[in-house]
């Protein structure tokens, strides 16, 4: 029988030639024009009588870059000469706006209009982080700048932040003098900042970003390696990422895929060993969702003799969802490869999980076909569905939407919910019954220690008796690798999903005494 699929080896390598062709085609169009611009120079030349060649060579400034071929520039990664409009792989692309090594400039004169204005929000929402000031709102954490205002000392009224240090770029004070006055404080994230403001023109320098391209199917033949970042992307074929800056980059997106990969996987670095974080009522928790993400083969043909029935879909709900419902799909589809033989259903749900996509999906209208007005993606891959629905999630479960949840296939994944911020606490305590009521695994993660401490410990204040800690909190081996700024308090520095723990609601097992 013929075969129905073609071995990785082979595509890239095909994909390979056809890059290389289109890259010769290019430069041979290069070529092929400055040489018909040559031979038209040298006819009009041959014309003209010797006086006139020197009487008009010496009016005429010398011009070398047009007797050799452009030098185009380059990134530091790519050795090939390849027309400013093309790519390596003789695709488009942006003009190079910034070099590799010309990455740092300050907010305030960034040749970048979006950092320019970023700056000038910053201006007029940050508030100077100096002692002298009065506080502005209530501290965060004992590492707020903000518990630091609450001395003898803090008289100031509170400022708006103007001065940017000279160090990061980053607008952090009222003035000089606060700067330097609180240098020893700012010296301890300076770096940091700085690392920050290089990545954020690094994401809108123009070059040819190597580390966002994603691969395909994983064969059986390769198994993944789970352990860290480094064998994930190697064992995953990624293209070889040797670079910090890269490796940041790249994270910043993969970090959503990979944290929820990680708990569910076979091979998760999660386990019940010494450190290993996950409890026995994870490990129970979990190896339901594994059967079924790892199924057995079956036997399946392409003819009607080799069909087999198939397990339903797994549903991941993310509650919240936010950035992470924008996401490219392609980076979604990477959880889907870790998986190849099990159906996947992602379900963002929140109010915020459309915002800045109304023109790419116009929200439908509620119809009673469709009371949710749920968005529908279905050719995300052939094992893969994406539905959203722009509500909050006690809403769609009094309304037994989702009715019933199976501990084998169902499963919350909730990003940076802020479970007990005082902003955010408030819309939890409705949701968070419901959610213990399903007793399916909760997932998870927090910005920082602080912020994964204080949704952990509300959580358990809250519903003391009634919940099951499945992983202990602790942090996340697939992080986000680049550190995130805070615009309304620059001195908030933070990475996406920093740390990982999950929960369920309790189960209780019936036992039976003498004759009952």
């Not at 509500?391 to 296939?409: I, K, M, Q, V």
């Not at 997932?443 to 204080?454: F, L, N």
């Amino acid at each position: 029988m013929e075969s129905s699929y073609m071995c990785l080896r082979c595509v890239r390598q095909l994909t390979e030639v056809t890059r290389q062709a289109s890259r010769r085609l290019a430069v041979q169009g290069q070529v092929q024009n400055f040489s018909s611009t040559t031979k038209r120079q040298s006819n009009r030349l041959q014309q003209r009588s010797p006086q006139q060649i020197r009487t008009w060579s010496s009016k005429q400034p010398v011009n070398r870059a047009a007797a050799q071929p452009a030098q185009y520039e380059t990134d530091d990664f790519e050795t090939q000469r390849y027309p400013p409009n093309l790519s390596p792989y003789g695709q488009y692309r942006a003009p190079l706006l910034l070099r590799p090594d010309n990455l740092f400039h300050s907010f305030t004169n960034s040749p970048i209009p979006e950092i320019r204005q970023r700056a000038q929000f910053m201006r007029q929402h940050a508030y100077c982080p100096h002692p002298a000031h009065k506080p502005t709102r209530e501290p965060q954490g004992p590492h707020d700048a903000e518990a630091k205002k609450y001395g003898e000392y803090s008289r100031q009224p509170p400022a708006h932040v103007h001065f940017e240090c000279p160090d990061c770029g980053i607008p952090l004070y009222c003035s000089e003098d606060h700067w330097v006055g609180d240098y020893e404080a700012h010296v301890e994230i300076c770096d940091t900042l700085r690392t920050i403001n290089e990545d954020d023109h690094d994401l809108r320098s123009g070059r040819w970003f190597h580390e966002f391209e994603y691969p395909g199917p994983q064969l059986d033949e390769i198994v993944v390696n789970m352990t860290n970042w480094d064998t994930f992307l190697y064992t995953r074929q990624f293209e070889a990422i040797n670079q910090d800056r890269s490796m940041r980059q790249a994270t910043r997106l993969l970090t959503y895929p990979a944290t929820i990969a990680s708990v569910l996987h076979e091979l998760s670095p999660y386990n019940i060993k010494k450190d290993g974080r996950l409890t026995f009522e994870g490990l129970k928790s979990l190896s339901a969702l594994r059967y079924t993400l790892h199924p057995p083969r079956t036997g399946q043909g392409l003819d009607i003799s080799g069909l087999r029935l198939a397990s339903p879909p797994i549903r991941v709900f993310i509650l919240g969802a936010r950035a992470e419902s924008s996401l490219p799909r392609d980076i979604w589809a990477q959880l889907s490869h870790l998986f190849p033989r099990a159906s996947i259903h992602l379900v963002f749900i929140g109010p915020e999980s459309m915002v800045g996509r109304d023109s790419e999906f116009p929200l439908p209208d509620r119809t009673p076909e469709n009371p949710f007005g749920a968005i529908v993606e279905d050719r995300i891959s052939d094992k893969m569905k994406i539905t959203t629905y722009v509500d909050y999630f006690h809403t769609l479960h009094e309304a037994n939407l989702f009715y019933p949840y199976d501990p084998y296939f169902d499963c919350f994944m909730l990003f940076h919910p802020g479970l007990g911020h005082p902003a955010s606490a408030h819309e939890w305590e409705e949701t968070l019954p419901q959610l213990l009521s399903t007793k399916v695994p909760i997932i998870c993660t927090g910005y920082t220690d602080w912020d994964m401490q204080r949704d952990w410990k509300w959580v358990m204040e809250k519903c003391a008796g009634e919940v099951d800690l499945l992983m202990e909190p602790g942090e996340n081996l697939f992080r986000s690798l680049r550190w995130d700024l805070n615009d309304l308090d620059p001195q908030d520095i933070s990475c996406g999903n920093w740390g990982v723990w999950a929960f369920r609601g309790k189960r209780y097992e019936a036992t039976y005494k003498g004759g009952q």
